[in-house]
């Protein structure tokens, strides 16, 4: 029961770190008599730092609540066959691709028809703006950082210990939902998305092959593409 309790404090956890450095800095921009306008201005602009301090706090918080139950986040869940890691280098390789294409031109239009017309609490294109600032900050936090932490976490860490607890599909639902909440950043419908059509896949990948090969492959390729796309904008 504590192990599950350690999972769901770091799921939480990791959409909090977000905040909690949004109230850091604010207080600091605050403190240094900045105008409420430029603070915004700034704020936005450092989004990728922003990435960058949460994607660290959450490995870091991770790796120390995880130590006392002798689970390694470096060894557990890596390992595999050798003759099934090219299947799934290449199989994560093709999903990435397939996931980041699909992204790019169905569903980042889709999201952006959706703030539109019904609306969100993040304006329409903001996020992709915010992120294309910084390239060098934003590409260490997605695609050095990001997939190895969040992987680590959802379909790692979480989905061990939920998995002697709950059904599978239970599972694939708490991880999936709770995957797609850490990037709140992004507005509502970016969280449905991600959850959806990221963490759901994901997860059911992790059951299907046993390891996190396949899964890690996919989000490296997939938050690869995401920051070549990003950056060009």
Do not use: C
Request: no cysteine; aromatic share 14%; glycine share 6%.
């Amino acid at each position: 029961m504590t192990s599950l309790r350690t999972v769901w404090r770091n799921l939480i956890l990791a959409s909090i770190w977000f905040l909690l450095i949004l109230f850091v800095l604010i207080a600091y921009y605050l403190i240094t008599g900045l105008d409420q306008s430029v603070i915004t201005e700034h704020m936005n602009s450092n989004i990728p730092f922003i990435l960058l301090f949460a994607q660290i706090m959450m490995l870091v918080y991770l790796l120390a609540s995880t130590r006392k139950y002798g689970f390694n986040i470096f060894k557990n869940g890596w390992k595999t066959y050798k003759s099934k890691i090219p299947i799934d280098v290449i199989g994560g390789i093709l999903t990435g691709s397939v996931i980041a294409i699909t992204y790019i031109y169905f569903l980042s239009p889709m999201q952006h028809i959706l703030q539109m017309h019904i609306g969100d609490y993040v304006p329409a294109g903001e996020a992709m703006t915010s992120l294309g600032k910084h390239t060098m900050v934003f590409f260490i936090a997605n695609v050095i950082l990001a997939p190895f932490v969040e992987e680590s976490l959802y379909r790692n860490f979480a989905m061990t210990i939920f998995l002697k607890k709950y059904s599978k599909l239970k599972t694939v639902v708490i991880t999936s939902a709770m995957f797609g909440l850490m990037h709140w950043l992004g507005g509502f419908w970016y969280i449905m998305l991600t959850g959806l059509f990221v963490g759901v896949p994901l997860a059911i990948i992790v059951l299907k092959r046993g390891n996190l090969i396949w899964a890690f492959t996919t989000h490296l390729v997939l938050n690869s593409i995401e920051f070549i796309h990003i950056s060009s904008l």
